[in-house]
């Protein structure tokens, strides 16, 4: 619509100037007229003006047809720039919403990457975290180990000592004999007594030498302990806990 307008204003300026152009034309030759009707009379004088007056009219229709056509020629050739412009406005307008639509992809990728990464970051350092509680435990297990092995090593000692000490108590019972020379409660040993303790199972005043009793006062109790009930279950539940 703009440039119909200014087709219509350039049109209508280039008219006026004709207009005024053959006004001042006309009026050169009413003068003229004028000065050649001195001679020949106001009816030549009137019918030279109105040839010039008809004359000049049509001069003036064909340029302002001129002006028109030149208007409308230049008015269609800017409405086909105008159409060729319009065609490519709206060819950059769809290239330009297919690079919005990339850049918003590429955007939408850009953040999944950054989230995926974040992810990824948090699973190295759980993966870390973990490795180092996993070589604590691994050292803590090594150590486990070793004093379970020191204390089966130790276990078996007490074990092999403990049979050591069966077999010789049980090689000294066949060797004593008989064990009803004396009770457990009969035989008491006295840290204080330098001399001979009395036996009273028996009947007589037999003396018996300091060594001897504490000798068969230890063997006794030895006997006893290692033989009770208690003992045993205790041995139990120390290589029942130890396995």
């Not at 297919?98 to 990457?113: A, F, V, Y």
């Not at 009947?203 to 003992?231: A, C, M, P, Q, W």
Request: proline letters at 0%.
């Amino acid at each position: 619509m703009s440039h119909s307008a200014t087709a219509e204003r350039l049109a209508c300026a280039s008219f006026r100037s004709e207009k005024s152009r053959l006004e001042r034309e006309l009026r050169v030759r009413e003068d003229a007229c004028q000065q050649s009707g001195a001679g020949s009379g106001e009816r030549m004088w009137g019918e030279g003006c109105d040839a010039g007056q008809e004359r000049a009219g049509q001069a003036q229709e064909d340029i302002v047809n001129q002006q028109v056509e030149l208007a409308r020629q230049e008015l269609r050739a800017q409405q086909g720039e105008v159409s060729d412009l319009n065609q490519r406005m709206h060819a950059l307008q769809s290239q330009l919403d297919e690079r919005q639509n990339e850049l918003e992809r590429i955007r939408k990728e850009r953040e999944e990457l950054a989230t995926r990464v974040g992810v990824l970051q948090v699973i190295e350092h759980d993966k870390e975290a973990a490795s180092a509680v996993e070589g604590r435990l691994r050292a803590s297990l090594v150590d486990m180990e070793e004093q379970l092995a020191e204390k089966h090593k130790h276990i078996r000692v007490l074990q092999q000592r403990l049979g050591d000490m069966k077999k010789t108590l049980q090689r000294e019972l066949r060797a004593g004999g008989d064990s009803g020379d004396y009770e457990a409660g009969v035989a008491i040993l006295t840290p204080s007594s330098s001399k001979t303790i009395t036996n009273n199972h028996t009947s007589g005043n037999t003396s018996i030498s300091e060594d001897d009793v504490n000798f068969k006062y230890l063997k006794h109790v030895l006997i006893k302990f290692l033989t009770s009930r208690e003992y045993e279950v205790r041995i139990a539940r120390l290589l029942t806990v130890y396995k």
